[in-house]
């Protein structure tokens, strides 16, 4: 990783500009957090907000590419071009590139290089609860989120079970990482160790859905759920409720944002700066 104490390195983080793209972006917490650490660790960068336009087919492919122009070092990716982006990388990190999802990109010589830190933020937050080496997981949802973390987490040594509303988009993932598919009408006898929602439900404004009924969650399991809105969703509630171990999303979104900060500014980012900034943004958006 480059060294912060490098002053060519530190004039060319300040000489560029930083932010997420996506839309919509109101309520994305990215420059929330980027910002509260880039203030503690005094980088004179204002991370920013690039809300593209829908209606114009080229917005993405011009942002892209007049990131040299824009002076852009670096940014985060958001809903909804997350998969597209990729056709504008110059290289790709070799997760990112097996997935086929690009939450960061770095814009280093002009080059444009595609990183997915979600899956890793997603490790992390697991492992504040638990080891993740030889359990079962239920990762529900075959769509970019779940292949990040099916991949990641076979790669980590765990028994990996794929569920979807559409069956064969579960099989076919599942061939292509040689893991396992399953219906929902098996799941009970599976008794499975970690269950993971990588899926929108139960997010707002649908917060009354869970992806599981709850007599399909095991009172030994750690349940994960990545939706950030609402924090609290049914799925999280009823998995306490059984005395499951739960994580809800805001953990995967802090230590994902977390490496995010690493690639742009070369440096260890402060964990307890950001997860203060997270945690009072969410208390305002209550």
């Given amino acids: 990783m480059l060294c912060y104490n490098d002053r060519a390195f530190y004039f060319s983080i300040m000489s560029k500009n930083y932010g997420v793209v996506g839309n919509p972006l109101k309520n994305n917490l990215s420059p929330i957090l980027m910002n509260a650490a880039l203030r503690h660790m005094k980088i004179d960068v204002d991370f920013k907000k690039y809300e593209l336009d829908l209606q114009d087919s080229e917005s993405l492919a011009n942002f892209c590419y007049e990131t040299d122009l824009n002076e852009i070092g670096g940014f985060a990716v958001a809903s909804p071009f997350r998969e597209d982006i990729g056709a504008y990388m110059d290289h790709y990190d070799p997760l990112a590139r097996i997935i086929s999802t690009y939450n960061t990109v770095i814009n280093e010589d002009s080059k444009l290089i595609g990183y997915n830190t979600e899956s890793i933020g997603a490790l992390q937050a697991l492992q504040e609860k638990t080891h993740i080496p030889g359990k079962r997981v239920l990762v529900i949802g075959a769509g970019a989120v779940g292949r990040g973390l099916a991949y990641s987490l076979k790669e980590f040594g765990a028994e990996v079970f794929v569920l979807d509303l559409d069956a064969a988009k579960a099989e076919a993932l599942a061939k292509e990482y040689e893991i396992n598919a399953i219906e929902h009408k098996d799941v009970?006898?599976?008794?499975?160790?970690?269950?993971?929602?990588?899926?929108?439900?139960?997010?707002?404004?649908?917060?009354?859905?869970?992806?599981?009924?709850?007599?399909?969650?095991?009172?030994?399991?750690?349940?994960?759920?990545?939706?950030?809105?609402?924090?609290?969703?049914?799925?999280?509630?009823?998995?306490?409720?059984?005395?499951?171990?739960?994580?809800?999303?805001?953990?995967?979104?802090?230590?994902s944002t977390l490496r995010q900060f690493e690639l742009f500014f070369g440096q260890e980012c402060p964990l307890e700066v950001m997860e203060e900034a997270l945690y009072e943004a969410l208390e305002k958006q209550a």
């Fill in 188 to 255: 009970e006898q599976e008794q499975f160790d970690i269950i993971i929602n990588a899926t929108p439900c139960g997010s707002f404004p649908k917060k009354s859905e869970s992806p599981l009924s709850q007599d399909l969650i095991p009172s030994h399991s750690v349940v994960m759920d990545l939706v950030l809105n609402p924090i609290r969703t049914k799925l999280i509630d009823e998995a306490e409720e059984v005395g499951a171990q739960v994580i809800s999303g805001e953990r995967t979104f802090l230590f």
